[in-house]
Every structure is written in C-alpha cells, then in structure tokens.
T-cell receptor, first 114, second 117 residues
C-alpha cells in the first residue's frame, strides 16, 4: 500500500524567510511525487512533480522540491516566502503499476506573516 | 480552456435521498478522476476513467455509489440512499494520459460540497 505523511499540520514563517513543507512517502517501487496547493474556495492546483532524473525539481511561483530516495522524502521549499504563498499544501504519490490512483497527504497549512 | 467544472457546487439533502454530481473535464483530457475530501484530510481516491472505461474503483466506493462517463466526456457520480457519513467535498480531476503511466499531473475542479442532514 502507498502512503504519504505530512508531519506538520501548520507551518508559520515570516515574509522573506525561507520555507520548507515536509513530505515523506511509502511505496513499493519507484515513486512519482507531486505537490499541489489549495487556496481558499479554489480547487487544488499543481505546483511541481518529480518523475525521474535530477533530484531537485523546480515548479510554479518559485517553489522547488528535493527528492531524497534514502530518506523517502520530497520536501517543498522556497528561498523567500511571500504573504501570497499562504495556503494549504498537499503532497501526493503515484506508482506506474497503479497509475490512476494518487495518494495524498493530509495537507499542511502554510501561513506567511508580513 | 475553461478548466474542470463541477455542478452543483453545494448540495444539501436529507438522509436517504439520492444525489448526483456532474463533472466536465478539460476537453482534450481523456482521464477523469473522482476523489472525496473531508475536513482536515487529503483527497481520497474513489474511481477513475480512461475515456468511457472505468478502470479502477476504490474499496471506499460502496454499492450506493456509482460513477459513469458514458461518452468519454463528462462524468456523473451518483450517491443513493445518502447517509450522514457521506457529507464531504467531492472532487473531480482530469488529466491527459501521459507517455509514461502515472506521470501526468491532475487538474482539479473546485468541488461539490455535500451536506447530508
């Protein structure tokens, strides 16, 4: 069975500081990893994904994430947070043998304070 | 490209009634997914279609739930004899079938919120 853990329900950072939102996963086989963001009263929006290759992937709005196979992690990062980054972030995993099913974490609420 | 649209956005019903939700995916997307999300939880997979074929159903999907995508375009999710535990946000997403299975990102609608009294 595949699973995703987001160990922090809430992350608070000051504007201009770096941010990290943590994600760990468990799958059988090679994972495909995704980050989505949900703003209030909006649908989930895709941010970035890791499929293969370079462990550091870059995505929308200046976000990036680092895949670490030994630690089974895929943490989301941004060098300098903006107040507008405040939202709910979800990590998700898929495997090619079960390609239709994404398993999501329970989300992390990011609050960036001015 | 108008994105994924879902209707209705909100539905309040009494226990025991039937409800139906509709999803219109992005027009060129051949895969369509249904997820359920409750407060404080991430989306839970319910089922997905490739064109009109339903390829997988979650064990979460009891016999009271049925989903269709008759012409490979829009989809409906019907819940019969609703129970209070069915109260949730029902999310629809679509994607292109990627060259490598499982690698395509999902495009979500804004969801249909169901409240069962």
């Amino acid at each position: 069975a595949q699973s995703v853990a987001q160990p922090e329900d809430q992350v608070n950072v000051a504007e201009g500081n770096p941010l990290t939102v943590k994600c760990t996963y468990s799958v059988s086989g090679n994972p495909y990893l995704f980050w989505y963001v949900q703003y209030p009263n909006r649908g989930l929006q895709f941010l970035l994904k890791y499929i293969t290759g370079d462990n550091l992937v870059k995505g929308s709005y200046g976000f990036e994430a680092e895949f670490n196979k030994s630690q089974t992690s895929f943490h989301l990062k941004k060098p300098s947070a903006l107040v507008s980054d405040s939202a709910l972030y979800f990590c998700a995993v898929r495997v090619w043998t079960n390609a239709g099913k994404s398993t999501f974490g329970d989300g992390t609420t990011l609050t960036v304070k001015p | 490209d108008t994105g994924v649209s879902q209707d209705p956005r909100h539905k309040i019903t009494k226990r025991g009634q039937n409800v139906t939700f509709r999803c219109d995916p992005i027009s060129e997307h051949n895969r369509l997914y249904w997820y359920r999300q409750t407060l404080g939880q991430g989306p839970e997979f319910l089922t997905y279609f490739q064109n009109e074929a339903q390829l997988e159903k979650s064990r979460l999907l009891s016999d009271r739930f049925s989903a269709e995508r008759p012409k490979g375009s829009f989809s409906t999710l019907e819940i019969q004899r609703t129970e209070q535990g069915d109260s949730a946000m029902y999310l629809c997403a679509s994607s292109l079938r990627a060259q490598a299975e499982g690698t395509g990102e999902l495009f979500f609608g804004e969801g249909s919120r169901l409240t069962v009294l």
